[in-house]
C-alpha cells in the first residue's frame, strides 16, 4: 500500500505509517470512528494510496470535546505557569529527537520536497520556545480607583477553555503550533481538525505531546472532511473558541456555526498578494525573490505574492530573467536533495490549476515559463511547471482569484500612485511587499499597502513574536505576538472593598 521514499536518510516515520490505518488521538490514546469508517490519503509525488484515516463525525468531535473539557476542568487546571514553560521546553526536546521523522511524513503526506520540511526545524522550535515563554508572560493589571471608599480595582487573565483548532494541508507540521502552544501557554486545551489531505504530522505530534508529558485529554485530533468533523468543531456548544486557516468560504462558514454560543473566532484566510517591483530595485535579489515569493511550496501559501507589479521601464528586462529563472527551478522528486518544488497536494488541486493556467490563456495573458503539467517519470504525481503569465490586467481572474498553485502574474505600472492604486485594488488583505533602493518610495509604499503584513526587499520571512492580522475578506485575529496568546484568554474586572 505504501511506497517507501527514494533516499535512505528519510526512513523515519514509516513505521508509524505501516502500524495500520490512522486513528483519532482522544484522551491519549489512538481511537477509531464510532462510524468504523475510514478515507485514504494519497502520497502527491506518485498518486498512490499513502494511509487510511479515520473518518471523524459529529460524535467522534463529541468525544474529543468531552475529553478537552475534562482534562480543562482537572489536572491541567493545577498546572502552574512556570511548570506549562517548562513542560513546553520538554516538548522542545522531544521535538528536536524526532524531528526527521516528522519532516518525513510531512513530505510524504503533502510532497513538500524533504529538503525544505528539514530546514523548517529551526522555525518549529523557535516558535515552541517562544510559546513557553509566553507562558510566564501574561498578566492583568491594577487601576487607578475613582470609586469612593476604600477600593481597589483590577483584572485578571484567564484561560478561555477548549480551543478548536482547523488547520490547512500545506504546512500543517507548523501551523497545528499556532493552536497548540497557545493553548498550552495558557492552560487551555485543545480539539484539532488537520486537513483530509495531509494529517500524519498532527496525529504524531499529539502523540509525541504525552509522550513529553502533556496530560492526556490537553491534546486532541480528530481527522476527517471539513464539511463532516470540521463542521460539528465549528459549531460544537462546548467549545470557546475556533482557530482556522484556510479558504474565505470556508471561513464564512465558520463565522456562522460559532453563533451557537458565541465563541470566539480567528481567522486566516486567502490572499492575492501583491508584490511590487520598482526600476531602482535590486533585481539580482528582486527576480528571485519573487519568483519563489510565488514558487515556494509550490505556490500553497497564502501569503504568496501572485500578482507582482513590474514598473514599466524594466518591464522587459524583468520578464526576461524572471522566465529565464522560472524555467531553471527542479521540480521533482520531494526525496530528491537537488529538487526545489515538489507537487501540489491533491488531485483536486492539480485540477484547480491547471484550470487556471487555462483560463489565463482564454483572458489574453501570454505565457513567458511554464503552464504545463509534468509528465515522464513525474507523471503519475501532481506536478506543475513555475508558470509565469506576462500582460496580465488586474481585472483578470487569475489577478483576483487565489489558485493555490505555482503560477505568478505580472501586471506593468508607470508611478507609485498607480502601483499603489492596484495592489490595494482587491479583495484580500494577508500581505505584501516592494523592492526598491529608494527611502521615500519605501515609506509611501509601506503605509500605502493595505494588509497585514509587509515584506520590504524580502519575502514571505516571519517571526513568532511578531503578529500579524488579516484585513478586509483575508479574516481577523491575531496570528503570533503576545496578542495571539492574549487571544486564548478572557479578562476579569474585579472589585475589591476593603472596608
Not at 459529529?58 to 517548562?86: I, L, M, N, Y
Given at each position: 500500500?505504501?511506497?517507501?521514499?527514494?533516499?535512505?536518510?528519510?526512513?523515519?516515520?514509516?513505521?508509524f505509517?505501516?502500524?495500520?490505518?490512522?486513528?483519532?488521538f482522544?484522551?491519549?490514546?489512538?481511537?477509531?470512528?464510532?462510524?468504523?469508517?475510514?478515507?485514504?490519503?494519497f502520497?502527491?509525488?506518485?498518486?498512490?494510496?499513502?494511509?487510511l484515516?479515520?473518518?471523524?463525525?459529529?460524535?467522534?468531535?463529541?468525544?474529543a470535546?468531552?475529553?478537552?473539557?475534562?482534562?480543562?476542568?482537572g489536572?491541567?487546571?493545577?498546572?502552574t505557569?512556570?511548570?506549562?514553560?517548562?513542560?513546553?521546553?520538554?516538548?522542545?526536546?522531544?521535538?528536536?529527537?524526532?524531528?526527521?521523522?516528522?519532516?518525513?511524513?510531512?513530505?510524504?503526506?503533502m510532497?513538500a520536497?524533504?529538503?525544505?520540511?528539514?530546514?523548517?526545524?529551526?522555525?518549529?522550535?523557535?516558535?515552541?520556545?517562544?510559546?513557553?515563554?509566553?507562558?510566564?508572560n501574561?498578566?492583568?493589571?491594577?487601576?487607578?480607583?475613582?470609586?469612593?471608599?476604600?477600593f481597589?480595582?483590577?483584572?485578571?487573565?484567564?484561560?478561555?477553555?477548549?480551543?478548536?483548532?482547523i488547520?490547512?494541508?500545506?504546512?500543517?507540521?507548523?501551523?497545528m503550533?499556532?493552536?497548540?502552544?497557545?493553548?498550552?501557554?495558557?492552560?487551555?486545551?485543545?480539539?484539532i481538525?488537520?486537513?483530509?489531505?495531509?494529517?500524519?504530522?498532527?496525529?504524531?505530534?499529539?502523540?509525541?505531546?504525552?509522550?513529553?508529558?502533556?496530560?492526556?485529554?490537553?491534546?486532541?485530533v480528530?481527522t476527517g472532511l471539513?464539511?463532516?468533523?470540521?463542521?460539528?468543531?465549528?459549531?460544537?456548544?462546548?467549545?470557546?473558541?475556533?482557530?482556522?486557516?484556510?479558504?474565505?468560504?470556508?471561513?464564512?462558514?465558520?463565522?456562522?456555526?460559532?453563533a451557537?454560543?458565541?465563541?470566539?473566532?480567528?481567522?486566516?484566510?486567502?490572499?492575492?498578494?501583491?508584490?511590487?517591483?520598482?526600476?531602482?530595485?535590486?533585481?539580482?535579489?528582486?527576480?528571485?525573490?519573487?519568483?519563489?515569493?510565488?514558487?515556494?511550496?509550490?505556490?500553497?501559501?497564502?501569503?504568496?505574492?501572485?500578482?507582482?507589479?513590474?514598473?514599466?521601464?524594466?518591464?522587459?528586462?524583468?520578464?526576461?530573467?524572471?522566465?529565464d529563472y522560472?524555467?531553471k527551478?527542479?521540480?521533482?522528486?520531494?526525496?530528491?536533495p537537488?529538487?526545489?518544488?515538489?507537487?501540489?497536494?491533491?488531485?483536486?488541486?492539480?485540477?484547480?490549476?491547471?484550470?487556471?493556467?487555462?483560463?489565463?490563456?482564454?483572458?489574453?495573458?501570454t505565457?513567458?515559463?511554464?503552464?504545463t503539467?509534468l509528465?515522464?517519470?513525474?507523471?503519475?504525481?501532481?506536478?506543475?511547471?513555475?508558470?509565469?503569465?506576462?500582460g496580465?490586467?488586474n481585472?483578470?481572474?487569475?489577478?483576483?482569484?487565489?489558485?493555490?498553485?505555482?503560477?505568478?502574474?505580472?501586471?506593468?505600472?508607470?508611478?507609485?500612485?498607480?502601483?499603489?492604486?492596484?495592489?490595494?485594488?482587491?479583495?484580500?488583505?494577508?500581505?505584501?511587499?516592494?523592492?526598491?533602493?529608494?527611502?521615500?518610495?519605501?515609506?509611501?509604499?509601506?503605509?500605502?499597502?493595505?494588509?497585514?503584513?509587509?515584506?520590504?526587499?524580502?519575502?514571505s520571512?516571519?517571526?513568532?513574536?511578531?503578529?500579524?492580522?488579516?484585513?478586509?475578506?483575508?479574516?481577523?485575529?491575531?496570528?503570533g505576538?503576545?496578542?495571539?496568546?492574549?487571544?486564548?484568554?478572557?479578562?476579569?474586572?474585579?472589585?475589591?472593598?476593603?472596608?
Amino acid at each position: 500500500m505504501n511506497e517507501s521514499p527514494h533516499n535512505t536518510h528519510a526512513q523515519q516515520g514509516i513505521a508509524f505509517l505501516n502500524d495500520g490505518p490512522k486513528k483519532h488521538f482522544i484522551d491519549g490514546n489512538f481511537q477509531p470512528s464510532m462510524s468504523g469508517e475510514s478515507i485514504e490519503a494519497f502520497n502527491p509525488a506518485t498518486g498512490k494510496r499513502l494511509a487510511l484515516l479515520a473518518r471523524g463525525r459529529k460524535e467522534d468531535v463529541d468525544a474529543a470535546v468531552s475529553a478537552a473539557r475534562k482534562a480543562f476542568e482537572g489536572p491541567w487546571s493545577r498546572f502552574t505557569p512556570h511548570q506549562r514553560a517548562t513542560l513546553l521546553m520538554k516538548v522542545v526536546d522531544v521535538l528536536e529527537r524526532n524531528y526527521e521523522e516528522l519532516a518525513t511524513l510531512e513530505t510524504l503526506d503533502m510532497g513538500a520536497p524533504l529538503k525544505r520540511t528539514l530546514a523548517m526545524k529551526n522555525v518549529l522550535m523557535q516558535t515552541v520556545t517562544y510559546f513557553s515563554a509566553q507562558a510566564l508572560n501574561w498578566s492583568g493589571s491594577t487601576i487607578p480607583n475613582s470609586l469612593p471608599g476604600n477600593f481597589t480595582t483590577l483584572t485578571i487573565k484567564a484561560p478561555l477553555g477548549v480551543v478548536g483548532g482547523i488547520i490547512p494541508w500545506n504546512a500543517p507540521l507548523i501551523s497545528m503550533w499556532w493552536i497548540i502552544g497557545g493553548a498550552l501557554a495558557t492552560g487551555c486545551t485543545a480539539v484539532i481538525k488537520p486537513a483530509e489531505d495531509a494529517s500524519l504530522t498532527t496525529l504524531r505530534t499529539a502523540q509525541l505531546l504525552v509522550e513529553a508529558g502533556v496530560p492526556a485529554g490537553v491534546i486532541n485530533v480528530v481527522t476527517g472532511l471539513g464539511g463532516e468533523a470540521g463542521e460539528a468543531l465549528s459549531a460544537h456548544p462546548d467549545v470557546d473558541r475556533i482557530v482556522f486557516t484556510g479558504s474565505t468560504v470556508t471561513g464564512r462558514k465558520i463565522i456562522q456555526a460559532s453563533a451557537v454560543n458565541m465563541k470566539r473566532v480567528q481567522l486566516e484566510l486567502g490572499g492575492k498578494s501583491p508584490d511590487i517591483v520598482f526600476a531602482d530595485a535590486n533585481l539580482d535579489k528582486a527576480v528571485p525573490g519573487a519568483a519563489m515569493g510565488v514558487y515556494n511550496n509550490s505556490g500553497q501559501i497564502c501569503t504568496a505574492g501572485t500578482r507582482v507589479f513590474v514598473q514599466r521601464s524594466i518591464h522587459e528586462e524583468f520578464v526576461a530573467r524572471l522566465a529565464d529563472y522560472s524555467k531553471k527551478i527542479k521540480v521533482g522528486d520531494p526525496f530528491d536533495p537537488d529538487t526545489q518544488l515538489g507537487p501540489l497536494v491533491s488531485e483536486a488541486q492539480l485540477k484547480r490549476v491547471m484550470s487556471y493556467v487555462e483560463l489565463g490563456g482564454k483572458e489574453g495573458a501570454t505565457l513567458a515559463a511554464g503552464g504545463t503539467r509534468l509528465g515522464g517519470d513525474l507523471a503519475n504525481g501532481y506536478y506543475v511547471a513555475p508558470t509565469v503569465f506576462d500582460g496580465v490586467h488586474n481585472d483578470m481572474r487569475i489577478a483576483r482569484e487565489e489558485i493555490f498553485g505555482p503560477v505568478l502574474s505580472l501586471i506593468t505600472f508607470d508611478t507609485e500612485e498607480e502601483a499603489l492604486k492596484l495592489a490595494n485594488d482587491t479583495a484580500y488583505g494577508l500581505g505584501g511587499g516592494f523592492w526598491t533602493s529608494n527611502i521615500r518610495t519605501l515609506t509611501k509604499m509601506m503605509n500605502g499597502i493595505k494588509a497585514g503584513k509587509i515584506w520590504v526587499n524580502c519575502w514571505s520571512l516571519n517571526d513568532p513574536a511578531a503578529g500579524f492580522a488579516g484585513y478586509k475578506q483575508s479574516g481577523y485575529g491575531v496570528k503570533g505576538g503576545r496578542d495571539h496568546v492574549e487571544g486564548f484568554l478572557y479578562e476579569k474586572t474585579i472589585y475589591i472593598n476593603g472596608d
